[in-house]
Nanobody
Framework: QVQLVQSGGGLVQPGGSLRLSCAAS????????MAWYCQAPGKTRELVAA???????NYADSVKGRFTISRDNTKNTVYLQMNSLKPEDTAVYYC?????????????WGQGTQVTVSS
């Protein structure tokens, strides 16, 4: 079983930066993708950025050029560097690990962290 522990987040002014971290433990060899999702009040959870076990990345159009997902395999940690933050980036951000067991995929979620962009 994979466990995810998030850190980072908080309050930042527009144009500022934050970095989120997500440390994975447990059966991490079964993870084939790590991702960050966000959920704003009254909205559905949506993908922000993802990185596969092979290192491929993809981003939501709204964050391309501003956010960067990366990983440190020595620490089993994934990061989301968020630059040029906008008020519309305000949301709860969740780390996600996708496990593959044969043809079945399972999603594990972190505890969530609030990001508030406001002056």
């Amino acid at each position: 079983q994979v466990q995810l522990v998030q850190s980072g987040g908080g309050l930042v002014q527009p144009g500022g930066s934050l970095r989120l971290s997500c440390a994975a433990s447990g059966s991490i060899s079964s993870i084939n993708r790590m991702a960050w999702y966000c959920q704003a009040p009254g909205k559905t959870r949506e993908l922000v950025a993802a990185i596969t076990s092979g290192g491929s990345t993809n981003y939501a159009d709204s964050v391309k050029g501003r956010f960067t997902i990366s990983r440190d395999n020595t620490k089993n940690t994934v990061y989301l560097q968020m630059n040029s933050l906008k008020p519309e980036d305000t949301a709860v951000y969740y780390c996600n690990a996708r496990e593959a067991h044969g043809l079945a995929l399972y999603h594990i979620w972190g505890q969530g962290t609030q990001v508030t962009v406001s002056s």
